[in-house]
């Protein structure tokens, strides 16, 4: 049973251009949401998180919007740039530190 | 400021044999937690180790155990390896198991079976 799932699988955006990924959970007692970033043969490094009690978190060009009634959160990337050609995992757990629960995964392409 | 660090980088075993996977947490941590990521797919949770013990586990088998030692560092080890145990294997530190402080993740070992 996946508790966490995420799409697209793949995405194609063109440099400058707005990336968003979506992700969905199941289980109501998730209170923490993290994005990760992975490049190849490299481990998932902490993008942004948020926590359910906002809708709403920004850092850079990167925002994580939250829908609590909806149990959907999505990363958005703004001016997306070459450089953030990589894979995307979106996550969940229960009070933040305990076992992570992730998505498959959104492999994103940026194009010049 | 050393991040998690994991040895080997590379590991190439039979099937039937046994591995042993090590890693050091980020300095001030002292939560570790492993995960299996298969090719193509998002971390799967094997277990987490506070004060030397296993505080929680993941949908694994038996097979796989671990160790905590009292300066933090942890092993994974994995007996009676199967083909379908090839994956990268990650450690990720905390500060605190349940202390609502992020994961960081090191860059892995990856573990093929022949």
């Known amino acids: 049973q996946q508790q966490v799932k995420q799409s697209p699988q793949s995405l194609i955006v063109q440099k400058g251009g707005i990336s968003i990924i979506n992700c969905a959970y199941e289980?109501?007692?998730?209170?923490?949401f993290p994005w990760y970033q992975q490049f190849p043969g490299k481990g998932p490094a902490l993008l942004i998180a948020?926590?359910?009690?906002?809708s709403e978190k920004k850092e850079g060009r990167f925002t994580i919007s939250f829908n609590k009634s909806a149990k959907q959160f999505s990363l958005h990337i703004m001016d997306s740039q070459p450089g953030d050609s990589a894979t995307y995992f979106c996550a969940a757990s229960i009070a933040g530190n305990t076992p992570l629960v992730f998505g498959k995964g959104t492999r994103l392409s940026v194009i010049a | 400021d050393a991040g998690v660090t994991q040895s080997p980088t590379h590991l190439i075993k039979t099937r039937g044999q046994q591995v042993t996977l090590r890693c050091s947490p980020k300095?001030?941590?002292?939560?570790v937690s492993w995960y299996q990521q298969a090719l193509g797919q998002g971390p799967q949770f094997i277990f987490q180790?506070?004060?030397?013990?296993?505080?929680q586990r993941g949908n694994f088998p038996d097979r796989f155990s671990g160790h905590q030692f009292p300066n933090y560092s942890s092993e994974l080890n994995v007996n009676a390896l199967l083909l379908g145990d090839s994956a990268l294997y990650l450690c990720a530190s905390s500060p605190g198991p349940r202390n609502n402080q992020p994961q960081h993740f090191g860059d892995g070992t990856r573990l093929s079976i022949l």
């Open positions: 948020i926590r359910p009690d906002v």
């Open positions: 300095s001030g941590h002292d939560t």
């Open positions: 180790y506070y004060e030397e013990e296993e505080r």
């Open positions: 289980n109501t007692a998730f209170d923490y």
